[in-house]
């Protein structure tokens, strides 16, 4: 039995793609463990489309992309420093809960905490078995990082800061034992917080992401352009190189654009029309969407909802394309206008021919005037 549960592990693991000679060993010898790991991974991406979806990159997935994320992962940038931390925390934050429901056989909750604390409650429940995920992801996501050159380096980096997002962001959680009520004893465990804490903390880092280069000898980060302390904080997100911007698609660099994103006309900061429509300005459309009304309460115990229907304005923003057209529209419109000004201002085409006459005509009398004047001026001489 145990030879056919072996041979199926191989099947299994030598058909994910983009997994590295060491991660598919890892597989063949902990394939329960690699269901949390799927797990993990995809609650990375969500959590990244949960914080960025507001961003001019909202971290966008690509289809049939080993690195999920297309292009964008090929730039040593602070987008792709974020990817890794929140998929090294996500892997950690999965196998770790994996080991509290009890669905592996190597792992358990934590034993270690046992007995009176120092604050005076009593360890009990199931203390989430954090050392254990945390080391599980570390052999298998590092495991990628088959070179030593300064992107390895940096991603190894952002994998370390994600693991330890999610080690520093555990709660106590205690319950209370005593008559009516009393806490005469307190009994506590120790948990880890939602991951959407996880992912806020590493969004904070994004924001807040720090330049680095090689050192001379190729072998340690270092804060670039000279900047002093020279040594990167363990708890900073790292890269290489700036990002795009964003705003236009872009085959090279991976960039989808903001086109057809629905945007915040009223409020200003992240999401806003300036912002993510990057200058070009916006069009609203109306769509009509369903919503829950007439909520009412039935005994016992549940509420009941009719679904309606409204018509709301969306802002979405404009292409490049609608601003040339806007501009090309907006500059015919100008020549027109200064045409028909023209025009009013010029008399129409027979009245324009009198008006030659009667000057042409003014300008003889005006000759033979002169002639006159010029024969009297003789006489008197």
Not at 46 to 71: H, I, M, Y
Not at 338 to 350: A, E, F, G, I, L
Request: glycine content about 8%; hydrophobic content about 30%; overall charge positive.
């Amino acid at each position: 039995m145990s030879q056919v549960f072996a041979l199926g592990a191989k099947i299994m693991c030598n058909n994910i793609a983009g997994l590295v000679n060491d991660q598919r060993q890892l597989c063949r010898e902990n394939p329960d463990v690699m269901v949390s790991v799927g797990k993990g991974a995809k609650l990375g991406v969500e959590e990244c489309q949960q914080q960025f979806k507001d961003q001019r990159w909202n971290c966008s997935t690509v289809a049939r992309d080993v690195s999920v994320f297309g292009k964008v992962m090929r730039k040593a940038s602070r987008e792709s420093a974020f990817v890794y931390a929140v998929s090294s925390a996500g892997v950690v934050h999965e196998v770790t809960r994996a080991c509290s429901r009890g669905e592996l056989k190597d792992c358990t909750c934590d034993t270690n905490r046992k007995g009176r604390s120092r604050k005076g409650f009593e360890w009990g429940g199931c203390s989430d078995n954090i050392a254990f995920g945390l080391r599980f992801a570390k052999l298998f996501v590092d495991s990628r990082e088959q070179e030593r050159d300064a992107r390895a380096k940096m991603n190894l980096h952002n994998n370390f800061v994600g693991r330890r997002a999610v080690k520093t962001h555990t709660t106590l959680d205690c319950k209370c034992h005593g008559v009516s009520g009393s806490c005469q004893v307190k009994t506590c465990w120790k948990t880890m917080a939602p991951f959407g804490a996880v992912g806020s903390f590493l969004r904070d880092k994004y924001h807040n992401g720090v330049l680095v280069t090689v050192d001379q000898s190729g072998n340690e980060l270092m804060m670039a352009e000279g900047r002093y302390p020279s040594k990167i904080p363990r708890d900073d997100l790292v890269f290489l190189e700036e990002s795009p911007d964003y705003c236009v698609p872009n085959s090279n660099t991976g960039s989808l654009g903001t086109t057809g994103r629905v945007c915040n006309k009223t409020t200003p900061g992240h999401g806003s029309c300036g912002i993510l429509c990057c200058g070009r300005g916006f069009n609203t459309i109306q769509i009509e969407e369903e919503y829950k009304c007439s909520c009412k309460f039935h005994w016992c115990c549940y509420v009941k909802c009719n679904t309606c229907r409204r018509t709301v304005d969306k802002h979405v923003c404009k292409s490049p394309e609608d601003d040339v057209s806007a501009y090309n529209q907006d500059h015919n419109s100008m020549s027109a206008a200064n045409s028909d000004r023209n025009n009013q201002n010029r008399p129409p085409r027979k009245s324009r021919k009198r008006s030659k006459r009667r000057k042409a005509k003014k300008n003889k009398k005006r000759v033979n005037s002169l002639d006159s004047g010029d024969n009297r001026g003789n006489q008197i001489l």
